[in-house]
């Protein structure tokens, strides 16, 4: 198969639709026998549920009917929630976001972090998941630099911030006062950026004592936040789509810093588009 | 226009008068002064109002509260009443925003038959279905040593809940605006907002009342906003689109606005 996205296909940021799927009685009914699942919820006459995890399966339907899936050598997780149930007879779209993009150290294929929403017919969220896989790339010798600005939260997207931050007046002067060590964490991933006086000392997964507070969010949302719009990160933090943990009041102190991070990693990853 | 220097409920309380005619009485948000009506009030004077813009006890130019921070938006109401007897205000309109929203509403519970109707933004009576502040939080945040950079969490705070359609220059100096206030006061009237619920008498208040919504504000959730609107009688209620937490600040002409909204309550009123 030569067409269908190769890994430097996937860029982080971009979302693909495609057609509606029905879950009839008939693939309910098959998957009860397939599956051996046939526990009353799903087999009663009354209002049985759909099985939740026809909606993975069927997302990877949809993956290999749109041809997204075409160069994709192995799955490697999936995280998945069910918000809503959904009925035989239902139909559901998939929304699906590219959350990553890392080319392995064997350079000849990538990892690729994968979002997932689920609605029915009706536009209600019923699903909501992640799912990574490893993508052939097309080219091993791949010039990867161009894409560093959407590279989070690897290491050497961590060291590009880093210069961009160090370069910063409103970031400099906000943290001239501060010594500690922002982390931000994408998911289960910790970035940690070591600051004294406004320099940027260090950047990277690890620092002697560790981040001062952690600012963590699920992929989808720094995605939203890095290459959305605008920079709504203050709106994201009141509605509660932040976690912070270690000192709050350091961060709360670094508000104005934390504004001018997310500018400079927004600016970094325009240039990546 | 006209300062007013004179003693509400203990304590000397700034008023700004301007225009006459119906007399309308404008209230400002948590923390915030009067000063965010200045464009509004000349506007809506020369359309043919009275209008009394006061800054609220602790806010503004007007003197603390006796017993210091108001907690209890009651109190607000209590004070208001006094000034608007003070001023001989005859069947005034209350418009407020926000906390002024609430004790408009908390006016129209206490005293409706009284009053020509009220203009209740960004405030739907009572407890949010799902608050954003708590009181703990609250109590927490009025320990200054533990609430670092007020300062810039008001301003940022403050441009996320200002609407789409608001130029990039107007929202800045809004923010800018807001930054001046007392935490000690800002805070204390928040624990007013998460603790007061005038819901109970909505469905008894005897003038006519409008509630109006930003579309952007996130502070704010519109089913809240729905929902007081069908306790009281015969309420009208809009959603603005592009339209964030502070209306009067946000919308160019205002007062043209407002004037409708006036126009069709006064028609209303029994």
């Known amino acids: ?273 | 226009m006209r300062a007013h220097d004179l003693r509400v409920a203990g304590s000397r309380a700034f008023v700004l008068e301007e225009g006459a005619g119906t007399p309308v009485l404008c209230l400002h948000t948590a923390g915030q002064n009067g000063v965010q009506w200045r464009d509004v009030q000349p506007e809506l004077a020369a359309l043919g109002y009275r209008v009394v813009v006061p800054d609220l006890p602790g806010h503004g130019r007007s003197e603390p509260a006796p017993r210091g921070p108001v907690r209890d938006l009651g109190d607000y109401a209590a004070w208001c009443e006094e000034l608007i007897d003070a001023l001989g205000m005859e069947r005034p309109f209350v418009v407020g925003c926000s906390i002024g929203g609430a004790i408009a509403l908390q006016l129209a519970v206490r005293r409706g038959d009284r009053l020509a109707g009220v203009v209740a933004m960004a405030a739907h009576g009572g407890t949010d279905r799902d608050p954003m502040l708590t009181v703990r939080g609250l109590e927490r945040e009025l320990v200054d040593a533990a609430a670092p950079s007020r300062a810039d969490r008001t301003y940022h705070g403050t441009l996320a809940v200002v609407g789409a359609n608001v130029q990039p220059e107007r929202a800045e100096l809004i923010a800018r605006m807001h930054r001046r206030e007392d935490p000690e006061v800002t805070t204390s009237d928040l624990i007013g907002w998460v603790t007061h619920d005038v819901r109970s008498g909505l469905p008894g208040v005897r003038c006519p009342v409008h509630l109006v919504a930003g579309c952007d504000d996130l502070w704010l959730d519109p089913a809240d906003v729905r929902h007081a609107a069908g306790l009281i009688p015969d309420a009208r209620c809009t959603f603005l689109e592009g339209v964030g937490h502070y209306p009067m600040e946000e919308l160019p002409g205002f007062a043209a606005t407002l004037h409708g909204w006036l126009t069709d309550l006064a028609r209303r009123s029994r």
């Open chain 1, 1 to 273: 198969m030569d067409s269908g996205p190769y890994f430097e296909d996937f860029e982080v940021g971009r979302t693909y639709t495609g057609p509606e799927r029905t879950l009839s009685p008939a693939d309910v009914a098959a998957f009860a026998e397939l599956s051996g699942d046939r526990h009353p919820v799903h087999t009663r006459d009354e209002q049985p549920l759909v099985h939740g995890p026809l909606g993975i399966a069927c997302f990877f339907g949809w993956l290999y009917e749109t041809g997204l899936g075409a160069h994709v050598e192995a799955a490697l997780d999936t995280r998945w929630r069910y918000l809503a149930p959904l009925h035989p007879g239902d139909r559901v779209s998939y929304e699906m976001t590219i959350t990553r993009a890392r080319r392995t150290s064997a350079r000849v294929n990538g990892v690729i972090g994968r979002h997932v929403l689920v609605r029915d017919q009706r536009g209600v969220l019923v699903q909501e998941g992640e799912t990574a896989a490893l993508v052939t790339a097309r080219d091993a010798d791949g010039d990867d630099a161009q894409r560093v600005g959407r590279a989070f939260p690897g290491a050497a997207w961590a060291r590009a911030l880093g210069e961009r931050l160090a370069a910063s007046p409103a970031f400099t002067t906000q943290t001239s006062t501060w010594d500690g060590t922002i982390g931000l964490r994408f998911g289960e991933d910790v970035v940690q950026f070591r600051i004294y006086r406004g320099r940027v000392l260090d950047c990277g997964t690890r620092t002697p004592d560790g981040p001062t507070f952690v600012l963590g969010a699920p992929d989808i949302t720094w995605v939203r936040l890095l290459t959305g719009p605008v920079n709504d990160f203050t709106k994201r933090t009141m509605r509660g789509e932040f976690t912070v943990s270690g000192s709050a009041y350091e961060y709360l102190r670094l508000t104005s810093a934390l504004v001018a991070l997310v500018d400079e990693a927004r600016a970094l990853a325009k240039e990546a588009a």
